[in-house]
């Protein structure tokens, strides 16, 4: 069974940053697509980014714009945890964020393609 637990989330004034982690369980990094989403308030869940962890355990990322330049993502699959550090946070980053993982290649944002949700943790971003 795939469980993803996030943590970090919390509230920081714009400009600052935050750390989120996803620890997972019940699922490999090897070769698998994982990635990030957010829902604000009212919005549609969007994917932030995500990442491909290649057999040698080297990774790809890959990013949404909006977020491209300030958010990374990494990953310690010895630890099976996920990370998505957020820097230059803006009020509008404002949402619930929620780790996922995929079992379609090649990785995309979709949502559609993801399977397994964490339950999310909420960040806020004031001005």
Not at 28 to 36: E, L, Q, V
Not at 78 to 84: H, I, M, P
Not at 91 to 105: G, H, K, L, Q
Request: charged share 15%.
């Amino acid at each position: 069974q795939v469980q993803l637990v996030e943590s970090g989330g919390g509230s920081v004034q714009a400009g600052g940053s935050l750390r989120l982690s996803c620890a997972v369980s019940g699922h490999t990094f090897i070769r698998h697509c994982m990635g990030w989403f957010r829902q604000a308030p009212g919005k549609e869940r969007e994917g932030v980014g995500g990442i491909y962890t290649f057999t040698d355990s080297t990774f790809s990322t890959f990013y949404a714009t909006s977020v491209k330049g300030r958010f990374t993502i990494s990953q310690d699959s010895a630890k099976s945890t996920l990370y998505l550090q957020m820097n230059s946070l803006r009020p509008e980053d404002t949402a619930v964020y929620y780790c996922a993982t995929s079992a379609s290649f090649p990785c995309t944002l979709s949502r559609a393609d993801y399977t397994n949700w964490g339950q999310g943790t909420q960040v806020t971003v004031s001005s």
